[in-house]
């Protein structure tokens, strides 16, 4: 039958019928469509072997004619073929408009999602932190925040970004900044993470120096002052110049440090200046801004300005001054009074002015009356009108009343407390000038008056606080001495709650004085005046919520940090003695060559070479357990030649022997007749003279074991 265009064959019709149901095996199978086509198509040239079967059937295809014809690769293309059987051709065209168009069809689009990068997301979050810190100053609240965020493998970059935001801002900027890295030195940021920080910040120095002319000098500065403040080591430069080309800006960095900060005479004063010296202003200025203020309110009669320009100062610590002052210029301007009462009334009622910063303003004028009648003639008169106007109208508590006498007086103090006080004051002046302990505690002695022992200690780190570094560590080193001769544990305790009570008093001239007396109190824990448990002791004397509360707090992370006790035995510059254990330890050797058969003379130098007088009970323990030990009674000679040049008190050989029999139990274990060789050594000291008189009657109640001779 002859066929025309549009019509199949019978043998194109069964080709077909076998291409329709290979196909549909195929779409249900995951098989190689080679071994479903039919082998009848296959055509073998004869007399030879086809070379590959499958790459036959997968390149020969049957067209419409019937014709056998050569087709692509994988069988897609060709004159006169379907294509692929599961053809995907990216030319084929969904149209939307079609009415069988179907959403599902649609080729799928991969869409692209930003990964975060944790150390971005860090170095935004830090930069609003620094940010913040810059507006307000607070450097807690900046520590609580880099705390929270977490990340601290990061921190060299919060270092990096702190100083490189400085260096393009102004000095107070740049000040704020190094403040708060040594605040977050150990506490927050180790000591590895700074120096990172540091080495990060010099690598990067050619590349600051692009947008900030003078980068060189100030990044230079910035290093020095991290070495001045003890959070780089001086170690530092050298091993960053060996890591840094000699031609790079961070090798320049490190020269300048060097050369133009850090080998200058007083470099340390120097530097700690150069951006202004602290963040906060002085009393005086913080006075002056406050009598400005209120002169001008009192010609304005704006109260709203007035109580923004004191909310502006940021000292609401010292807002007392602002309650005195102005009153006091009420009593100048008599028609200016009902300005001032108002004045004070917005303040207290807004909040800006705490009812006990209030309360201490009034306080603080009362106690100045004397004074100011010299002036004033009416001053007393005239502040006893406008305290019950003010405790009327709700704004002076009216507690502040109680405190006042039938005449308005302030109670007086005790005429006994107020003589000790001046006579101290005169005795700390003389140790600071003669930094001689010996005659202070003589002083003190002859005073009479252990009572007042917590009142002593409160006066001596106040009036150290208000002078230099010398003067601080001197304070310190004397609180050992003090411990170890004549004060007890409880008496120390008693003065640090003193001090801390009156905190804020402290800040009228010492701005920083929370601070300072953070150091003081971690000072005399690393110093064994105070154990870790004293602290908690304080804390629970001192009134909840109390700027003293949060000192304790500070000293306890103080104490907690890496390195602690290095970091605050040279707080204020190293100490004027060893440190405990060293001293302990060069004891124990120099105890230990006299044994050997050293010579009494040099065994007395060297204790008086170790220049701790006030530790010298710790050579009389130790000399007294190795003669134990050793079975020798050399080691009282060594004694007796100490007592006799002076160089061990009374006071230290009874503290020694004291320490032994607190501890004779202990020592029982190692060595069995302890007792009885210490009943015999402190009948010996007292033939010597070298113990108090009640020492051998406390002795023999708790001792009351025969002397036995060796």
């Avoid at 009343?401 to 005449?407: A, P």
């Avoid at 202070?440 to 917590?454: C, K, Q, T, V, Y």
């Amino acid at each position: 039958m002859a066929s025309t265009e549009g019509f199949l064959t019978e043998e194109q019709r069964e080709t077909l019928k076998i291409a329709t149901q290979n196909a549909e095996v195929l779409s249900s199978s995951p098989k190689s469509p080679t071994s479903l086509l039919s082998e009848h198509y296959l055509k073998v040239p004869a007399g030879g072997k086809a070379p590959n079967v499958g790459i036959a059937v997968r390149h020969v295809r049957r067209s419409h004619s019937g014709k056998l014809v050569r087709v692509k690769k994988d069988g897609a293309g060709g004159k006169g073929t379907w294509g692929k059987l599961l053809d995907t051709d990216v030319e084929s065209h969904i149209d939307r408009n079609d009415p069988n168009y179907d959403s599902g069809e649609e080729p799928y689009q991969l869409v692209g999602a930003t990964i975060s990068d944790p150390l971005d997301d860090y170095k935004k979050a830090v930069a609003s932190i620094i940010e913040e810190y810059f507006s307000t100053g607070d450097v807690e609240v900046a520590a609580s925040d880099l705390r929270e965020l977490g990340s601290s493998e990061y921190h060299p970059y919060f270092i990096k970004r702190l100083v490189s935001m400085a260096m393009d801002r102004h000095d107070k900027e740049k000040e704020m900044a190094s403040v708060l890295l040594s605040a977050l030195y150990a506490d927050v940021i180790s000591p590895d993470q700074i120096r990172d920080g540091f080495v990060i910040l010099l690598e990067s120095a050619d590349d600051l120096a692009v947008d900030i002319l003078d980068a060189v000098d100030i990044l230079a500065l910035f290093v020095a002052r991290a070495v001045v403040d003890d959070i780089l080591p001086p170690a530092f430069l050298t091993r960053a110049k060996k890591t840094l080309p000699a031609s790079s800006k961070g090798f320049q960095v490190i020269q300048t440090a060097e050369k133009s900060y850090l080998s200058a005479p007083h470099h340390a004063e120097l530097v700690e200046r150069r951006w202004g010296g602290s963040t906060h202003i002085t009393v005086e200025e913080v006075k002056k801004k406050i009598a400005d203020l209120l002169r001008e309110y009192v010609e304005s009669g704006d109260a709203f300005e007035a109580c923004r320009c004191i909310r502006e100062l940021g000292v609401s610590f010292f807002h007392h001054e602002v309650v005195k002052r102005a009153l006091v210029l009420a009593m100048e301007i008599r028609t200016a009074e009902p300005l001032i009462l108002k004045l004070l009334k917005e303040a207290a009622e807004e909040g800006l002015i705490s009812s006990s910063q209030m309360a201490k303003g009034f306080a603080r004028l009362e106690e100045s009356l004397d004074d100011l009648a010299l002036d004033i003639p009416s001053a007393r008169n005239l502040f006893q009108s406008i305290v019950p106007v003010a405790i009327s109208e709700g704004w002076l508590d009216a507690s502040f009343m109680k405190s006042l006498g039938e005449d308005g007086r302030v109670q007086q103090e005790d005429e006994k407390v107020k003589r000790y006080k001046e006579e101290v004051v005169t005795i700390i002046h003389e140790y600071f000038l003669s930094d001689d302990i010996p005659e202070l505690i003589r002083s003190l002695e002859d005073l009479g008056a252990p009572e007042f022992n917590p009142i002593f200690l409160k006066k001596v780190i106040t009036l150290a606080m208000d002078r230099k570094n010398r003067e601080k560590e001197m304070a310190s080193v004397l609180l050992s001495a003090l411990h170890i001769e004549i004060f007890s544990t409880e008496d120390i305790v008693n003065g640090f709650v003193m001090l801390l009570e009156s905190a804020e008093d402290t800040a009228l001239d010492i701005l920083d004085a929370s601070n300072e007396l953070a150091l003081f109190l971690a000072r005399a824990v690393i110093d064994d005046v105070l154990a870790p448990l004293n602290l908690e002791e304080i804390s629970s004397k001192l009134p909840p919520n109390c700027s003293g509360s949060e000192t304790v707090r500070v000293a306890r992370s103080l104490i907690a940090a890496r390195h602690a006790g290095e970091r605050l035995l040279r707080c204020w510059g190293g100490g004027t003695g060893w440190a405990v254990e060293d001293a302990k330890d060069k004891i124990m050797k120099l105890l230990e060559e006299y044994e050997s058969g050293g010579v009494v003379s040099e065994a007395c130098q060297c204790i008086r070479d170790l220049g701790m007088p006030f530790f010298n009970h710790e050579v009389v323990k130790k000399a007294l357990v190795m003669a134990m030990e050793k079975k020798n009674d050399r080691m009282l000679d060594l004694l007796q030649e100490c007592f006799s040049e002076g160089l061990i008190t009374t006071n230290q050989m009874t503290k020694g022997f004291t320490r032994i029999k607190d501890g004779l139990d202990d020592l029982a274990l190692d060595i069995p007749n302890a007792k009885e060789k210490f009943t015999f050594y402190v009948e010996y000291a007292r033939k010597k003279g070298w113990l108090l008189p009640a020492f051998g009657s406390s002795v023999a109640d708790a001792s009351p074991l025969p002397a036995v001779a060796t």
